[in-house]
């Protein structure tokens, strides 16, 4: 099973918008309005930041958003702070018994 | 609040066995499908295996199947993963990871717990 194809690394200024692409095919990502959005620290567990595309948790601020257009979803960060460098993993149900892709993950650096 | 606590990581050989746990609380966990992820040192994440809420089914990645068994103990709000034929390429930091809704199969991981290491290692 291919993992979702995610840039290896993005950067940006603080104060700056980025986003991070997340390309699957019409079997996941294109398919099903399940791609979620993981934020993770190193040596911490993942974070949920968006759910079913565009969706925000409690908790999760508002300069955070995701979209989909057709095989491919993507993660906005507006108002870059110190704190967003981190890693990212998009995530996509996948009608099969292989349930859950996940994306290679993006290393998001602020400058 | 939600707590998934793992337990049982440590050093293996190869050819070896291991058996993870997720002990989790404040959740009606018979309501949640559980998942484990693993992830290697320096790697991105790999989806390793799922049951459903009520045990029923079961579903592994390609890497796993075979060697891996997920189970679950309602009575004891706890999930396990046994591990055997371990090779090198199984060594990772492992996850069990909640479903964000009730009686979904997989849309999100709401929560995650603290990971625990498996080292397989002659």
């Known amino acids: 099973q291919s993992a979702l194809t995610q840039p290896a690394s993005v950067s940006g200024s603080p104060g700056q918008s980025i986003a991070i692409s997340c390309t699957g095919t019409s079997s996941d990502v294109g398919g099903y309005n399940h791609v979620s959005w993981y934020q993770q620290h190193p040596g911490k567990a993942p974070k949920l930041m968006i759910y079913?595309?565009?969706n925000r948790p409690s908790g999760v601020s508002n300069r955070f958003s995701g979209s989909k257009s057709g095989n491919t979803a993507s993660l906005t960060i507006s108002g870059l702070q110190a704190e967003d460098e981190a890693d990212y993993y998009c995530?996509?149900?996948?009608?099969?018994?292989?349930?859950?892709?996940f994306g290679g993950g993006t290393k998001l650096t602020v400058l | 609040q939600v707590q998934l606590v793992e337990s049982g990581g440590g050093v293996v050989q190869p050819g070896g066995s291991l058996r993870l746990s997720c002990a989790a609380s404040?959740?009606?966990?018979?309501?949640?499908?559980m998942h484990w992820v693993r992830q290697a040192p320096g790697k991105g994440l790999e989806w390793v295996a799922f049951?459903?809420?009520?045990?029923?089914?079961?579903y592994y990645a390609d890497s796993v199947k075979g060697r891996f068994t997920i189970s679950r103990d309602n009575s004891i709000n706890t999930l396990y993963l046994h591990m055997t034929s371990l090779t090198t390429e199984d060594t990772a930091v492992y996850y069990c990871?909640?479903?964000?809704?009730?009686?979904?199969?997989?849309?999100?991981?709401?929560?995650w717990g603290q990971g625990s290491l498996v080292t397989v290692s002659s």
């Open positions: 049951i459903r809420n009520d045990g029923s089914n079961k």
């Open positions: 990871a909640k479903v964000g809704w009730a009686n979904s199969w997989y849309t999100h991981f709401d929560y």
């Open positions: 404040g959740i009606t966990f018979i309501s949640y499908a």
């Open positions: 995530s996509s149900y996948r009608g099969s018994t292989t349930l859950v892709l």
């Open positions: 079913d595309v565009s």
